[in-house]
């Protein structure tokens, strides 16, 4: 489809069906970014103070929690007495729904859920709102590449199960002006429809899980399929942690910069990669925080606490991902802060029989020459199982090289087991999830 008709016709159709004004905010925000980084903070202070205004006087649950926190509301001392107020984590939202919503507040609303990676899905409730302020966000990090609205997308991806539903995305995909590689559906029929597809479609960018476009890439690269008539501006990744040897692979394959996306169900994007390879929080649109966790490895659990939500916003949410702030200036000329070191949930650890925690990245730095998947599982600290696909190169050799690299890494006491499968399957969402963790940390 052209991008003219995507944009202007059908796009404006999708936002009065939706009751959604993106296009007026994507313009009134677009210039935030490249702010003075003073005006940044006193524009985010400003809204932090008025989402901790509105929530004390209409929303039962928060003006419970600050009573019980001390907070004096007619006197807030920003961002200070942010801290006083306890984190909220999921369990808390699923028991308080009705609670933590504002009931003045008419609007439409729409409700999702997130992919219930850690196997307890939660309902996202979203206001008109709140929904065109993250896609406005969404637009806004998708411009620093050249991108705009209603431009042709590869999206590798999930589908809907159901025939209604999966008719509805379809319907979707059309009007929005994208193609879709189901996470489904990953066989060489599968990849050599969606390279042909891709060819006739000439997107302008690739966007999706980074384990499913890797896998098509090391699906091209095996059948050493190069694609002509294509020129990508920018692949983006989202859903996963992107890893070192994704991320290489990739950009080889298509010649083309890859840059990530760090986003949940509950709030869209919450720092995005600009050209210089940074992570730039939206902080117009968030409030996040880096606090000190309980774990022994000391890592920073990640808060983030919502500034364009006066519907049911969430504040100081655990997300469940481990990362770093910084305030070091980039040279893309964004004024935002810096998410660094982002890390996976924080069940994201091996954990041997001594307790000792070893981020499952190692099996990423692991597994690289000859494996073309791979899964740890473990369901006891003295076992891990490691299922592998492997490429034609494996060796015996390799096998036993990367079992002792890991046995350098986790101890003896642990033991490694190696399971050769045809296929990997991904999850309900799509996702592909390179560590699964069955035990409870008992410490």
Same mark, same amino acid.
């Given at each position: 489809?052209?991008?003219?008709?995507?944009?202007?016709?059908?796009f404006?159709?999708?936002?009065?069906?939706?009751?959604?004004?993106?296009?007026?905010f994507?313009?009134?925000?677009?210039?935030?970014?490249?702010?003075?980084?003073?005006?940044?903070?006193?524009?985010?202070?400003?809204?932090?103070?008025?989402?901790?205004?509105?929530?004390?006087?209409?929303?039962?649950?928060?003006?419970?929690?600050?009573?019980d926190?001390?907070?004096?509301?007619?006197?807030?001392?920003?961002?200070?007495?942010?801290?006083k107020?306890?984190?909220?984590?999921?369990?808390?939202?699923?028991?308080?729904?009705d609670?933590?919503?504002?009931?003045?507040q008419?609007?439409?609303?729409?409700?999702?859920?997130?992919?219930?990676?850690?196997?307890?899905?939660?309902?996202?409730?979203k206001?008109?709102?709140?929904?065109a302020? #993250? /896609?406005?966000?969404? !637009?806004?990090?998708?411009?620093?590449?050249?991108?705009?609205?209603? $431009? &042709?997308?590869? +999206? *590798?991806?999930?589908?809907?199960?159901?025939?209604?539903?999966?008719?509805?995305?379809?319907?979707?995909?059309?009007?929005?002006?994208? #193609? /879709?590689?189901?996470? !489904?559906?990953?066989?060489?029929?599968?990849f050599?429809?969606?390279? $042909? &597809?891709?060819? +006739? *479609?000439?997107?302008?960018?690739?966007?999706?899980?980074?384990?499913?476009?890797?896998?098509?890439?090391?699906?091209?690269?095996?059948?050493?399929?190069?694609?002509?008539?294509?020129?990508?501006?920018?692949?983006?990744?989202?859903?996963e942690?992107?890893?070192?040897?994704?991320?290489?692979?990739?950009?080889?394959?298509?010649?083309c910069k890859?840059?990530?996306?760090?986003?949940?169900?509950?709030?869209?994007?919450?720092?995005?990669?600009?050209?210089?390879?940074?992570?730039?929080?939206?902080?117009?649109?968030?409030?996040?925080?880096?606090?000190?966790?309980?774990?022994?490895?000391?890592?920073?659990?990640?808060?983030?606490?919502?500034?364009?939500?006066?519907?049911?916003?969430?504040?100081?949410?655990?997300?469940?991902?481990?990362?770093?702030?910084?305030?070091?200036?980039?040279?893309?000329?964004?004024?935002?802060?810096?998410?660094?070191?982002?890390?996976?949930?924080?069940?994201?650890?091996?954990?041997?029989?001594?307790n000792?925690?070893?981020?499952?990245?190692?099996?990423?730095?692991?597994?690289?020459r000859?494996?073309?998947?791979?899964?740890?599982?473990?369901?006891r600290?003295?076992?891990?199982?490691?299922?592998?696909?492997?490429?034609?190169?494996?060796?015996?050799?390799?096998?036993?090289?990367?079992?002792?690299?890991?046995?350098?890494?986790?101890?003896?006491?642990?033991?490694?087991?190696?399971?050769?499968?045809?296929?990997?399957?991904?999850?309900?969402?799509?996702?592909?999830?390179?560590?699964?963790?069955?035990?409870?940390?008992?410490?």
């Open positions: 489809m052209n991008e003219w008709i995507a944009q202007k016709i059908f404006s159709i999708i936002e009065r069906l939706r009751g959604e004004t993106i296009s007026k994507h313009k009134d925000i677009a210039h935030i970014p490249y702010l003075p980084r003073h005006e940044i903070r006193k524009l985010q202070l400003a809204k932090l103070n008025n989402t901790l205004q509105t929530s004390y006087q209409e929303i039962p649950f928060y003006r419970n929690r600050f009573h926190a001390g907070i004096d509301i007619k006197n807030l001392s920003l961002p200070f007495d942010l801290k107020i306890p984190l909220l984590n999921k369990q808390d939202i699923q028991n308080n729904y609670q933590l919503v504002n009931h003045r008419r609007k439409r609303i729409s409700k999702d859920s997130t992919s219930g990676s850690s196997g307890n899905p939660l309902i996202v409730i206001d008109i709102e709140k929904s302020y #993250i /896609r406005a966000v969404m !637009f806004r990090c998708y411009g620093q590449y050249g991108l705009n609205i209603g $431009d &042709k997308q590869a +999206r *590798f991806w999930g589908v809907p199960l159901s025939p209604r539903n999966y008719i509805v995305e379809k319907l979707k995909d059309f009007m929005i002006n994208r #193609i /879709r590689l189901s996470a !489904f559906a990953l066989d060489d029929r599968s050599s429809q969606f390279a $042909d &597809k891709i060819e +006739r *479609f000439r997107p302008k960018y690739f966007c999706g899980y980074p384990s499913l476009i890797y896998k098509f890439a090391q699906w091209l690269s095996e059948k050493n399929i190069l694609f002509k008539k294509i020129d990508l501006s920018v692949i983006i990744t989202t859903g942690i992107l890893h070192d040897f994704q991320r290489e692979l990739i950009e080889n394959t298509f010649k890859v840059a990530n996306e760090y986003g949940a169900t509950e709030v869209g994007v919450i720092a995005f990669e600009c050209l210089h390879g940074k992570l730039h929080v939206n902080s117009d649109h968030l409030f996040v925080e880096t606090v000190d966790s309980d774990q022994p490895h000391k890592a920073k659990e990640i808060v983030i606490t919502e500034l364009n939500n006066k519907y049911n916003p969430l504040i100081r949410y655990k997300v469940g991902d481990m990362g770093e702030l910084s305030d070091a200036p980039c040279d893309c000329g964004i004024g935002f802060p810096i998410l660094s070191k982002l890390k996976g949930r924080e069940d994201s650890y091996i954990i041997t029989p001594e000792k925690h070893v981020y499952d990245a190692i099996l990423a730095y692991t597994f690289k000859g494996v073309k998947q791979f899964q740890g599982i473990q369901n600290k003295d076992e891990l199982i490691v299922k592998i696909v492997k490429s034609n190169d494996f060796t015996v050799e390799m096998s036993r090289k990367y079992k002792q690299q890991l046995e350098d890494v986790l101890g003896n006491s642990i033991k490694i087991q190696f399971d050769i499968v045809p296929n990997i399957e991904p999850g309900r969402s799509g996702k592909l999830k390179y560590f699964i963790s069955h035990i409870q940390d008992n410490r």
